[in-house]
Nanobody, 120 residues
Framework: QAQLVESGGGLVQNGGSLRLSCAAS????????MRWYRQAPGKQRELVAA???????YYGDSVKGRFAISRDNAKNTVYLQMNSLQSEDTSVYYC??????????????WGQGTQVTVSS
């Protein structure tokens, strides 16, 4: 089995920066695509950014040019560098990853979520 553990959320002022981390741990074969989602109260969960095991990236329109996703495959860890934060970025941020438990079994895992609050 595997688990994802997130860290790095908190309170930041408008225009500030934060870096989120999410580490996969446990017993598994490999970690494939990794993603960051966010969900604000009363809103649907939104895909923020994604990165493949090879390093290809995707960004949601609302964060392009401000957020950067990266990963350290040796540490099975994905990062989200968030710059120029705005009040609209206030959400719970969730890490998601497709993890190969064996060569033929792939499952999706979610982190517990970390709160990011941007104050004006």
């Amino acid at each position: 089995q595997a688990q994802l553990v997130e860290s790095g959320g908190g309170l930041v002022q408008n225009g500030g920066s934060l870096r989120l981390s999410c580490a996969a741990s446990g017993s598994f074969f490999s970690v494939n695509a990794m993603r960051w989602y966010r969900q604000a109260p009363g809103k649907q969960r939104e895909l923020v950014a994604a990165i493949t095991s090879g390093g290809s990236t995707y960004y949601g329109d609302s964060v392009k040019g401000r957020f950067a996703i990266s990963r350290d495959n040796a540490k099975n860890t994905v990062y989200l560098q968030m710059n120029s934060l705005q009040s609209e970025d206030t959400s719970v941020y969730y890490c998601n990853a497709d993890i190969s438990l064996t060569r033929s079994i792939i499952r999706a895992y979610w982190g517990q979520g970390t709160q990011v609050t941007v104050s004006s």
